[in-house]
């Protein structure tokens, strides 16, 4: 970046390090310049707005020019890295950097790390998206040298030796999520994050209405399920989702699966009868016997097709071509033979699985709530659903702002939101 040392106006009377940026968008309405200009502070730097056009209209974009100045080079570096984050971009602008990776499985030092939000980098003087975005991964370029060049995110892991990764912020610069108007009308009761004191009846109505509107568009939805379902006695609710076609992916542990699996053999969940909510004799070894009359299948698929298994979440799923994607866990028993072990393996097919999602419930896990939080991008629209409202919080604090929650208890939402969706002939 070009900066020059300055007297910065409406800074204190020294000389200063001055970097024009500009930022546009609806930086208004979605607060982000009022983001800007704190962070701009509370680093130790000052601002200087040039120039400022406020749009009129609800759709009407909003620009804004302004000098962002600090007492050093390095401090003022800084700032302009965390603002960039924002949509901030330097008038100056410089292609982005690029160092070779000198070993796999780690970026270079001064890596640039991805939010969630749609960025792009600047490579041969143009400006050019980059694919598959997600958040806590860095930007590789493929074919750096060619005239079409293309960037991608890429994890950590993934790293391999001789990769061209962009370090630094220059050339870089991120779009943050605006709320846009048919995001107020169709998400109205969304405006806090998290609260156990929102109209139930009304926050179901709305989420019914989005996943409508996303079928309806072709878009993809997918359902992040914990084994709560189960044992609240809502497999017949999830059920009707995946038959009326309101699920095109699921991701779970085995514990779901388990228990959808004991529930459809047993009659219990947990050893719980859930159709008299009492506790079957030695019904504890549920769990494990319907685990291995799956193994002994050699799998949940060719249990269906054997007519071992005949009902249940897991069983819609394979009849109505339903991937899923069970990630497994140090506590799993058994586990079920679908299970993905190896956490890395089952981090990237969930990554691929996820291309593509235009709206995800989450419902009743933390864990995988998180884990498939951070894999998606902010644009997907989330719901989570949870009787604890920290599963909603830790979500936000992580990055995963787009996730709205409503606080109830599984089953009674699944019922209504079934209801919402005529689904109950399904």
Request: include cysteine; charged fraction near 20%; proline fraction near 4%.
């Amino acid at each position: 970046m070009t900066r020059a040392a300055a007297q910065s106006p409406g800074s204190p009377a020294a000389s200063h390090f001055v970097e024009e940026i500009e930022v546009s968008g609806h930086i208004i309405d979605s607060l982000i310049l009022p983001k800007i200009l704190d962070l701009i502070t509370s680093s130790g730097g000052h601002f200087h707005i040039k120039n400022i056009a406020i749009g009129q209209g609800r759709h009407d974009p909003s620009y804004a020019l302004l000098d962002v100045s600090a007492p050093t080079d390095a401090l003022l570096a800084e700032i302009v890295a965390q603002i960039a984050d924002h949509g901030a971009v330097p008038t100056a602008q410089q292609d982005c950097r690029l160092v070779a990776a000198d070993m796999d499985g780690a970026f270079p030092e001064s890596f640039y790390s991805t939010t969630n939000q749609r960025t792009q980098i600047r490579i041969g003087g143009h400006w050019r998206d980059v694919a598959d975005q997600e958040m806590d991964c860095g930007i590789v370029v493929d074919a750096a040298t060619s005239e079409n060049p293309t960037a991608r995110c890429i994890a950590m892991t993934d790293v391999a030796a001789g990769m061209n990764i962009v370090v630094g912020h220059a050339g870089v610069r991120v779009f943050p999520h605006e709320r846009a108007t048919e995001d107020r009308h169709g998400f109205e009761f969304m405006n806090s994050a998290v609260s156990t004191e929102k109209p139930k009846g009304v926050a179901i109505r709305q989420i019914a209405q989005q996943m409508r509107e996303t079928k309806r568009s072709g878009g993809k939805l997918a359902i992040v399920g914990g084994p709560a379902i189960i044992h609240t006695g809502s497999v017949p609710h999830v059920c009707r989702l995946i038959q009326g076609g309101y699920a095109d992916l699921l991701l779970a542990g085995n514990a779901l699966a388990t228990h959808d699996i004991e529930q459809a053999l047993f009659g219990t969940s947990l050893g719980v009868h859930l159709d008299r909510g009492d506790v079957v004799e030695a019904g504890h070894e549920h769990h494990l016997r319907a685990i291995n009359r799956i193994r002994r299948a050699g799998s949940i698929r060719a249990a269906v097709d054997s007519g071992v298994l005949k009902s249940g979440i897991m069983y819609e799923c394979v009849r109505a071509g339903v991937p899923f994607l069970l990630a497994g866990s140090i506590r799993d028993d058994g586990p079920l033979p679908e299970v993905v072990t190896d956490v890395l393996d089952a981090q990237r097919q969930m990554r691929s699985l996820l291309k593509g999602v235009d709206f995800c419930l989450m419902i009743a896990t933390t864990l995988h709530s998180i884990a498939v939080g951070n894999l998606l991008p902010a644009w997907v629209k989330v719901v989570c659903v949870d009787i604890n409202p920290s599963t909603v919080i830790k979500l936000s604090d992580r990055g995963s702002f787009q996730t709205v929650g409503l606080v109830t208890d599984v089953e009674p939402f699944l019922r209504a939101l079934v209801q919402e969706l005529n689904l109950n002939a399904a």
